[in-house]
């Protein structure tokens, strides 16, 4: 059973009872992300993510790793573009001592300024680790081309010349105007009693008190169609990452986006993957995935490949949107694509971490809590109809596309890239 309890300081908590389990997941998801920081402050919510384990004013970092340790539990963090999670997984009779771990490394970080000397190395470390992954840069270099000069086109880690400027005033400045009790939602699922997490969560939470600061207004993106480049001579293929706007997070045509991209190429059968990788042999891996955000969507395709087979790759891929625009979907590879939607998600809400997680989202983007039966029943309801809809409104003119490689002068013609 699902249970929705809002506290009078704004802070809302929502529990999923699963009596049949012996864990518990609960996160705190804080309902700012990347998206809401200034450009100077860029950075600063993943800097924040990292620092709030570093000790707090009860606890040294050491000390809240052994404590985790010493339960068995599972704890971990991530910031968004528009959002943030801090979550803990434990044994359902350490739920007490989860809820003051959270509450404490949330309501009392220090900041302190050696600590954050440290973790900025951290940090510049991670984004080497990026810089080394070719699939994750040119993902940033295509959500900087599609959407530029926004929020959403910088990257989540911030740069090396922002996170070197902050310092532990600026973290106290951006914790206390958003870490307040309307911007958070606690979520819990596992083997809990309601009643009790709720009295556990006002111990430790009741405290809180209301952002000091008026949020700033947000700002719906453009995006745009470009198309950059960037060369990088130690690599062995060339990585393509192209898109089109797609629809936000809760817009009513969602379902027929999951399934048009699983057709695509969100699945081992898709068209992308079937024809480009399997009966041509000129990808390893090729996929498409749609994100969504509470006012924009993107539905993009990655590809790795040969530096002479590029054009080719964006050729045929282009083609794939053509064809979904212009012809219906046969029933059986729609059926396929339905099934494996449903088989998925029902295979992803099998554990409580999942749960708690997909509880969490569907707060944040609806304001209300819907059941499996009733998501099940919007893929069932797609038809081929509304997927070649869907196509002809999303793939109607010039893809936003990045290449990342060795690519020896390579640009890519621009009628490669037009759909119509």
């Not at 990292?50 to 971990?76: N, W």
């Not at 911030?158 to 070197?164: D, E, K, L």
Request: aromatic share 6%; charged share 25%; glycine share 8%.
């Amino acid at each position: 059973m699902i249970v929705k309890q809002a506290f009078p300081s704004g802070l809302t908590l929502i529990s999923e009872a699963i009596p049949h389990v012996r864990s518990v997941a609960i996160g705190v998801w804080l309902k700012r992300g990347s998206r809401h920081e200034t450009p100077r402050d860029t950075g600063i919510s993943h800097f924040i993510e990292h620092m709030v384990f570093k000790g707090t004013r009860s606890r040294s970092a050491q000390a809240i790793a052994a404590e985790v340790d010493s339960i068995g539990g599972h704890m971990d963090a991530f910031t968004s573009k528009e959002y943030a999670a801090f979550h803990l997984k434990v044994l359902d009779e350490h739920l007490p001592v989860a809820v003051d771990l959270l509450g404490d490394i949330v309501l009392n970080p220090l900041f302190d300024p050696a600590e954050m000397a440290k973790e900025k190395q951290v940090i510049y470390e991670e984004m080497s680790m990026v810089e080394d992954t070719p699939d994750d840069l040119v993902a940033e270099l295509f959500s900087e081309a599609f959407w530029p000069d926004h929020p959403l086109g910088r990257p989540i880690l911030g740069t090396r010349s922002s996170v070197s400027r902050l310092r532990q005033a600026d973290l106290l400045r951006f914790f206390r105007s958003v870490y307040g009790p309307a911007n958070i939602l606690i979520a819990a699922a596992g083997r809990l009693e309601h009643a009790a997490l709720a009295e556990m969560v006002r111990r430790h939470f009741g405290r809180l008190s209301p952002a000091q600061a008026p949020v700033r207004a947000v700002r719906p993106p453009r995006p745009a169609a470009r198309v950059v480049t960037r060369s990088k001579r130690e690599l062995e293929q060339v990585h393509l990452c192209l898109g089109v706007p797609a629809y936000a997070y809760a817009h009513p045509d969602r379902y027929v986006g999951y399934v048009l991209n699983t057709i695509l190429g969100g699945s081992l059968s898709s068209r992308l993957f079937q024809n480009i990788r399997e009966k041509r042999g000129l990808v390893y891996s090729i996929s498409s995935g749609i994100t969504c955000y509470s006012d924009a969507g993107c539905l993009s395709i990655y590809a790795g490949t040969r530096l002479e087979s590029v054009d080719e790759v964006l050729r045929l891929t282009v083609d794939e949107l053509r064809q979904l625009r212009t012809a219906v979907v046969p029933d059986d590879e729609l059926r396929r694509a339905k099934d494996h939607l449903k088989g998925s998600l029902m295979l992803s809400l099998e554990n409580t971490g999942s749960r708690m997680s997909h509880l969490a989202r569907q707060e944040i983007y609806f304001g209300r809590q819907f059941g499996l039966d009733e998501t099940l029943a919007g893929v069932e309801a797609v038809s081929a109809g509304d997927v070649q809809r869907l196509s002809g409104a999303l793939f109607g003119g010039e893809l936003t596309l990045s290449v990342l490689g060795n690519l020896k002068g390579y640009r890519p013609r621009p009628s490669l890239l037009r759909v119509e």
